[in-house]
């Protein structure tokens, strides 16, 4: 049973050792357009950058800190990697509501994310392996 049906499929995260590295490939490489230059987000721990392709972004974040909750994934991972997948929903209270009472553990409450919009993030263990981010924005409603 699904209460909200998900929207679009917003970006997807690419965690990567150093911003520079990332952009050699979705930039360099792939003829991604930035649209966000790179930025720090202390309360995330990361530093950030956004590159458009023509129908979905790609986030890229380079660990900020020694308590970034993306480190980890940096030491398993020295090249970095697809960290995860970002999709909209129209309401970020009732979406978690929805997953919660479906038994999927939210990580936290929805708080502001890179893209300054609330969201949060829903347990891999309980998602098929990804890290599924859920984003608020006015045209989540699909
Ligand atoms: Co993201």
């Given at each position: 049973?699904?209460?909200?049906?998900?929207?679009?499929?917003?970006?997807?995260?690419i965690?990567v050792?150093?911003i520079?590295a990332g952009l050699?490939v979705y930039?360099?490489?792939?003829?991604?357009?930035?649209?966000?230059?790179?930025?720090?987000?202390?309360?995330?721990?990361?530093?950030?950058?956004?590159?458009?392709?023509?129908?979905?972004?790609?986030?890229l974040?380079?660990?900020?800190?020694?308590?970034?909750?993306?480190?980890?994934?940096?030491?398993?991972?020295?090249?970095?990697?697809?960290?995860?997948?970002?999709?909209?929903?129209?309401?970020?209270?009732?979406?978690?509501?929805?997953?919660?009472?479906?038994?999927?553990?939210?990580?936290?409450?929805?708080?502001?994310?890179?893209?300054?919009?609330?969201?949060?993030?829903?347990?891999?263990?309980?998602?098929?392996?990804?890290?599924?981010?859920?984003?608020?924005?006015?045209?989540?409603?699909?």
């Amino acid at each position: 049973m699904s209460a909200q049906a998900i929207g679009r499929l917003n970006h997807v995260g690419i965690a990567v050792p150093s911003i520079e590295a990332g952009l050699k490939v979705y930039r360099d490489l792939l003829g991604g357009r930035v649209t966000r230059e790179p930025f720090d987000l202390p309360a995330q721990g990361v530093r950030a950058c956004f590159v458009d392709t023509p129908n979905c972004q790609v986030e890229l974040i380079e660990p900020l800190g020694a308590e970034s909750p993306i480190a980890k994934f940096i030491e398993k991972n020295a090249a970095g990697g697809q960290h995860h997948v970002c999709f909209e929903v129209a309401d970020i209270h009732a979406a978690k509501a929805d997953f919660e009472g479906r038994g999927v553990r939210v990580l936290g409450e929805p708080r502001i994310g890179a893209h300054g919009t609330l969201v949060f993030f829903l347990h891999p263990k309980d998602m098929g392996g990804t890290l599924i981010e859920i984003m608020e924005t006015p045209e989540g409603a699909h």
